[in-house]
């Protein structure tokens, strides 16, 4: 069992940043991947950022340029930082490890989630 725990939602203006944490206790090995997936309302939920063993990541689209997936594995602790936000980032952003969270299919595992609202 992996337990997941994401921090550092809030409320931001458009153009501002905001870093989130993802803390992954239990069963945790830094050779399986873990990234971060986010849902607005009335929309799917897509990934946005992941990171495999030996820090090769993968982003969406929207994102790229933008955030940037990181991971300490020594604190088995996963970031995302995120610059230059748009209202359009305004979604509850979900930590997820495991699975086919790396190319974006159906992770083992997911956190609780944290909201991020981009004001304009």
């Known amino acids: 069992q992996v337990q997941l725990v994401e921090s550092g939602g809030g409320l931001v203006q458009a153009g501002g940043s905001l870093r989130l944490s993802c803390a992954a206790s239990g069963s945790v090995s830094n050779i399986v991947a873990m990234g971060w997936y986010r849902q607005a309302p009335g929309k799917q939920r897509e990934l946005v950022a992941s990171?495999?063993?030996?820090?090769?990541?993968n982003y969406g689209a929207s994102v790229k340029g933008r955030f940037t997936v990181s991971r300490d594995n020594a604190k088995n602790t996963m970031y995302l930082q995120m610059n230059s936000l748009e209202p359009e980032d305004t979604a509850v952003y979900y930590c997820?490890?495991?699975?086919?969270?790396?190319?974006?299919?159906?992770?083992?595992?997911w956190g609780q989630g944290t909201q991020v609202t981009v004001s304009s």
């Open positions: 997820a490890y495991g699975g086919g969270t790396f190319v974006g299919g159906a992770p083992g595992y």
């Open positions: 990171v495999k063993y030996g820090g090769i990541t």
